[in-house]
């Protein structure tokens, strides 16, 4: 029997960055979900200082997909070894490799290359494979330009929080509230509206109106939502953000804590670049939902590209964190009353 065809894709791009900022960025796969537009989340499942092994969930067009990602990491030779194990694609294992060559002190040049052995498919969707291919590492080259290009500025814009509170109650209700995202409206006083779809179990894909906020103003989310209730949490990233968010992730977390529980919400921002002239980190097929965002939030007076314009970063940091922070612990603490009225009704 024959042997199938490997089809290779190859892309190099100079990057405005250096060579070891750039490695750092993909061989820290865990923080791709704030980064990078695709990733949802990144779960490391195995690592042993050179290879690892992940477990990651993207966003695809509409749907979320999940996967496993094997790489070995050379940093020395600053190179990703990798093979993504995608069922939902047709044929063998993609695999390729990152290389990441200096280019001067400032510059480097990163090269993806990827081979994958198609199905036996027709001709035309063999070659609709090969146009996606090349495509994706277009892109994918892209999107990693965007953000090492703002290396020297991420720490600035880069916001990490988290909120706890100890509630009275079984965690098992105080889950269900926090899973059931559909009856927020009629939960919890800054949410508006909801709108959510689960195509697989756990993977909640949701719309979400938020008032009640200081300016007054209503903003609109979306975003996808991983639930896993053997481990009681839910990850999620907002893949529609309001000014002057370019991404949001986050995760629930419950553990006993003594007669009740102990409920995290953890969040991590990265604030929209004010040197940045265009939305990198939005993806193209839903560049025309930001846009329509974008042209709102410059109606309300808010330019989303400029986070500094009414106090500077640091004001702006503050109030993101204050906004998030208290739509987070009235949440948790609007979960925690519902579980011991629960509990009340039971008895």
């Not at 975003?223 to 839910?234: Q, S």
């Not at 953890?266 to 939305?279: E, G, K, M, R």
């Not at 025309?288 to 400029?306: A, K, T, Y």
Request: a neutral charge; hydrophobic letters at 35%; proline letters at 7%.
């Amino acid at each position: 029997m024959p042997s199938q065809r490997v089809r290779t894709s190859e892309h190099t791009a100079r990057i405005a960055a250096p060579a070891g900022v750039v490695y750092g960025l993909l061989a820290d796969a865990v923080r791709w979900p704030l980064l990078l537009p695709a990733p949802v989340h990144v779960e490391r499942i195995d690592f042993d200082g050179v290879r690892e092994r992940l477990r990651l969930w993207d966003v695809d067009g509409e749907r979320v997909r999940s996967f496993h990602l094997n790489r070995i990491l050379h940093p020395h030779a600053r190179t990703v070894v990798f093979e993504q194990e995608d069922t939902a694609r047709p044929g063998a294992p993609t695999t390729g490799t990152w290389t990441i060559e200096s280019d001067g002190d400032t510059h480097c040049r990163v090269t993806l290359r990827q081979d994958r052995t198609p199905e036996r498919l027709p001709a035309t969707t063999t070659a609709r494979s090969h146009r996606e291919q090349d495509g994706e590492s277009a892109a994918r080259i892209a999107e990693l330009r965007a953000v090492a290009e703002r290396w020297e500025r991420l720490d600035q814009l880069l916001l990490s929080f988290e909120d706890s509170v100890h509630l009275q109650g079984p965690a098992e209700l105080v889950y269900d509230f926090l899973h059931r995202i559909q009856d927020w409206p009629e939960r919890l006083p800054h949410i508006d509206a909801v709108d959510v779809r689960e195509d697989a179990p756990g993977v909640q894909i949701a719309a979400v109106d938020t008032g009640a906020a200081p300016d007054g103003l209503t903003r609109t989310t979306r975003g996808v939502r991983l639930c896993f209730p053997a481990a009681a949490r839910i990850v999620f990233k907002e893949l529609l953000t309001p000014a002057p968010i370019a991404a949001h992730t986050g995760e629930w977390s419950l553990t006993p804590d003594g007669d009740g529980v102990r409920v995290v919400c953890a969040q991590q921002v990265l604030l929209h670049d004010p040197h940045t002239p265009h939305t990198p980190h939005t993806p193209r097929n839903r560049q025309d939902r930001q846009d329509r965002q974008d042209r709102q939030d410059r109606q309300d007076g808010q330019d989303r590209r400029d986070p500094g314009a009414a106090g500077g970063l640091a004001e702006t940091r503050r109030q993101v964190r204050t906004r998030l922070g208290h739509a987070s612990t009235q949440t948790l603490h609007l979960a925690g009353w519902r579980a011991r009225t629960a509990v009340r009704r039971l008895r």
